[in-house]
C-alpha cells in the first residue's frame, strides 16, 4: 500500500474545527449578532469585507442591514482604504478579514490611512493565533506583536461569546482604531457563570488562587479557567486573571496581582512570545521592579505545522494538558 493512501486525509473541519471543548455550550456568530444589535441603535455603523462575510460571521449584518454592508472583493489594502474613508464621513465601519490578511497584507494601509489619522475603523480579524490547521499562510501567530507596533492603535483579544457581544458596542464606543482578535462561528459560552463585564483597558480576576497566577486573553483564558479547575482537585490553587485587553494594558490590576507574594505567575497566550500579552507583562513586571517567578505558555517562534486543531495545540504546548503539566513542573 502506497504513502498516500496510508495517510489519513484531513477535512476542512478538522482544519478549521471548533474551539469549544466537549460539551460546552456555544452561542453562534456572536459577533455578527451583536454588530447587528448595535446596527439597529446607531445609524453610522456600517459593516466591510474583504470576499469573508460568511467566514467572519458578518453575513448576519449583511442580511440584516443590506444597504450598509460592503462587499470590497479580495482587495485587503482597498479595504481598509475605504473604510478610513467611511470614517472620515462620519460613519463607524466594522471591517472583517482574516488576521493574516488583515496584518501582513493591509499593514501599511492601516497605518497610514487609518492609525495615522487616528480614525474611527474597528477592524475584527477572524482566526486569530492557530485557530486553523491550514498552515503559516493562514495562521496569524504574530498579529498583535505587528498591531502593538502601531501608535494609538486599542487591541483586543476576547476569550469567549460574552467577551465579544460586549466588546462591540464598547469598541464602537470608542474614539479611535481597534483590532479585534474575532472568534467567529460556535464560540463558547464560559464567562456567563462569572460577574463579568468587558471594559476596554481593564482585566478582570475570574479565580483566586495561593500558587499560581495565570494572567491570559483569548482562547487561553477558557483554557486557564480549566486548568484551575482541574488542579483544584489536586490541591493546586490557580487564579486566572483575564487581560482582553492587549493595548492599553492594565497596568494597576497586572501589577497588585503580580505582586502578591508565594505565587509562580504565568502568562498564557495563543501568540508567539516576542511582541504579544507576554512580553508585554514581563517588560512591565521590569520596567515597575516587581520580582516573581515568571514563565509564559505561548506559541514557539517558528512557522507552525499545518493540522487537526486539537493535535496542534498539544504538539505546541497551548492545551490544557500541556498547561497543567508545565505548570506542575514548575510547581516541582
Known amino acids: 500500500m502506497s504513502q498516500t493512501q496510508t495517510q489519513p486525509r484531513l477535512t476542512t473541519s478538522a482544519m478549521i474545527a471548533s474551539i469549544a471543548e466537549e460539551g460546552q455550550p456555544t452561542r453562534a456568530a456572536p459577533f455578527g449578532h451583536a454588530l447587528v444589535e448595535l446596527a439597529r441603535q446607531r445609524q453610522d455603523i456600517v459593516g466591510m469585507t474583504a470576499d469573508l462575510a460568511k467566514y467572519t460571521d458578518l453575513h448576519i449584518f449583511a442580511q440584516a442591514c443590506p444597504e450598509r ?55 475584527a480579524a477572524a482566526l486569530p493565533g492557530l485557530t486553523t490547521g491550514y498552515g503559516p499562510s493562514h495562521q496569524a501567530t504574530e498579529d498583535l506583536a505587528m498591531m502593538r507596533g502601531i501608535p494609538g492603535m486599542t487591541i483586543i483579544d476576547p476569550c469567549d461569546a460574552l467577551d465579544i457581544e460586549q466588546a462591540v458596542p464598547a469598541i464602537a464606543a470608542h474614539d479611535g482604531p481597534v483590532y479585534m482578535r474575532l472568534l467567529r462561528g460556535k464560540v463558547p459560552a464560559v464567562l456567563d457563570e462569572y460577574d463579568y463585564r468587558f471594559e476596554i483597558g481593564k482585566a478582570r480576576l475570574l479565580e483566586e488562587g495561593r500558587d499560581v497566577l495565570l494572567i491570559a486573553s483569548g482562547i487561553m483564558t477558557m483554557r486557564a479557567l480549566a486548568v484551575a479547575r482541574q488542579l483544584r482537585q489536586e490541591n493546586i490553587s490557580v487564579a486566572v486573571l483575564h487581560s482582553p485587553t492587549i493595548k492599553p494594558l492594565d497596568e494597576e490590576t497586572i501589577l497588585a496581582q503580580a505582586a502578591k507574594p508565594g505565587r509562580l505567575v504565568i502568562t498564557a497566550e495563543n501568540h508567539t512570545a516576542p511582541g504579544g500579552l507576554s512580553e508585554a507583562v514581563a517588560a512591565l513586571l521590569m520596567r515597575k521592579g516587581v520580582h516573581v517567578d515568571f514563565d509564559t505558555i505561548t506559541l514557539p517562534d517558528a512557522f507552525l505545522d499545518a493540522g487537526a486543531l486539537p493535535t496542534l495545540h498539544d504538539r505546541y504546548g497551548i492545551s490544557t494538558a500541556k498547561m497543567i503539566a508545565k505548570i506542575k513542573a514548575r510547581l516541582g
Request: proline share 2%.
Open 69 to 123: 454592508f460592503f462587499q470590497m472583493g479580495m482587495a485587503e489594502q482597498l479595504l481598509m482604504g475605504a473604510a478610513g474613508g467611511m470614517a472620515k464621513e462620519g460613519f463607524i465601519p466594522f471591517v472583517t478579514t482574516y488576521a493574516v490578511f488583515a496584518t501582513r497584507r493591509a499593514y501599511d494601509f492601516i497605518h497610514q490611512v487609518i492609525a495615522e489619522e487616528q480614525l474611527n475603523v474597528k477592524i
